[in-house]
Structure formats: C-alpha cells, structure tokens
C-alpha cells in the first residue's frame, strides 16, 4: 500500500506564488514518474507536470515558464513551484506516482487526496 500526502495550496492572489509538496510512504521499492495533476470545476483532470527519476521533466504547454517540478528521490517527495499565477490555475491539483512497491513487482499508478489552489484577488 502506497500513500501520497500533499500540501501546499491555498488562496493566492493574482500574479503570486505557491509551492505543493507531496510525500509518498508505504511499501515502496522505486518510484518511475511522480507528476501533479489538476481538475478545475466542470473539466476533465489534466497533466500539469512529470519528472523521471533522472530528473527529465515535461509540462502542460500552460504552465511552460512559471511552474516548476522537482524531486527529491532519497525522501520519496515532489514538489511543484507555481508563479505568476493566474485565475485559470484554480484548481485542486493532485501528486501522482508510479510505484515499485517491492523488487519484480510491476508498477502500479497511485494518487494523493488533493489539494485545492484557489487564486483570485
């Protein structure tokens, strides 16, 4: 059993910044991708970020210059540093990792709880 814990969101204005953090503990043997996710009100879930163990990133084309995701693989965390947030960003944004949970087993995709990220003035 794997469990993912974020924290970081809240209410931000306009233009500010924010940083989540998201934990993963349990039965955990690697970790592959680890990416944060968002759903806003009414939308499908969409890709926000991943990172690959090696540290090779991608983002969602709306995000490209003002969030950045790190990792740090000794402690099982991902992080994401948003900036220059606008009202769009809004959203509860999700940790998302593919897990090893023990050596020979497959991977298996497992996801936090949430967080919400409300940016409005």
């Known amino acids: 059993q794997v469990q993912l814990v974020e924290s970081g969101g809240g209410l931000v204005q306009p233009g500010g910044s924010l940083r989540l953090s998201c934990a993963a503990s349990?039965?955990?043997?690697?970790?592959?991708?680890m990416g944060w996710y968002r759903q806003a009100p009414g939308k499908q879930r969409e890709l926000v970020a991943v990172?690959?163990?090696?540290?090779?990133?991608n983002y969602a084309d709306s995000v490209k210059g003002r969030f950045t995701i790190s990792r740090d693989n000794a402690k099982n965390l991902v992080y994401l540093r948003m900036n220059s947030l606008k009202p769009e960003d809004t959203a509860v944004y999700y940790c998302?990792?593919?897990?090893?949970?023990?050596?020979?087993?497959?991977?298996?995709?497992?996801w936090g709880q949430g967080t919400q990220v409300t940016v409005s003035s």
């Open positions: 998302n990792a593919e897990v090893r949970p023990w050596r020979g087993a497959a991977y298996q995709t497992s």
């Open positions: 990172i690959t163990s090696g540290g090779i990133t």
């Open positions: 349990g039965s955990i043997s690697s970790i592959n991708f």
